[in-house]
């Protein structure tokens, strides 16, 4: 049985999905939505969001999140970088590349037990 937290938990992530995908969808006639919501999911908004559903019941579980999430962004930072340099290329190759990449750093983090490590 699902308990109440994990609805209400989903709830507020398909909420904020949902709306994400209906700024995207209205960006033909409201270009600066979309530049609105790629600020919000990249700004520590989403991040404060799940650090509380982390952290709500027990305070020691902050400094391994937030070092796991810094890594991700610096990760997210990287291909975003390599994402703007490759910009005049067909946007399947960039898509091929960004996946590659990522899938790379993935395969390292996990090959090199870097969840364990720090």
């Not at 609105?36 to 991040?47: D, Q, W």
């Not at 400094?63 to 991700?72: D, E, R, V, Y």
Request: proline share 3%; net charge positive.
């Amino acid at each position: 049985m699902i308990d109440r937290e994990i609805l209400f938990n989903a709830l507020i992530g398909a909420t904020l999905f949902g709306m994400f995908t209906y700024l995207i969808r209205i960006f033909k006639t409201h270009p600066q939505y979309l530049k609105i919501s790629s600020f919000i999911v990249s700004a520590p908004l989403v991040y404060i969001i799940i650090l509380y559903f982390t952290c709500k019941k027990n305070n020691n579980f902050i400094n391994p999140f937030t070092t796991h999430a810094l890594l991700g962004n610096l990760v997210t930072v990287t291909i975003y970088i390599i994402t703007l340099l490759l910009l005049k290329y067909n946007i399947q190759h960039i898509f091929e590349i960004i996946l590659f990449i990522l899938v790379l750093f993935i395969l390292t983090y996990f090959k090199c037990y870097i969840y364990n490590i720090l």
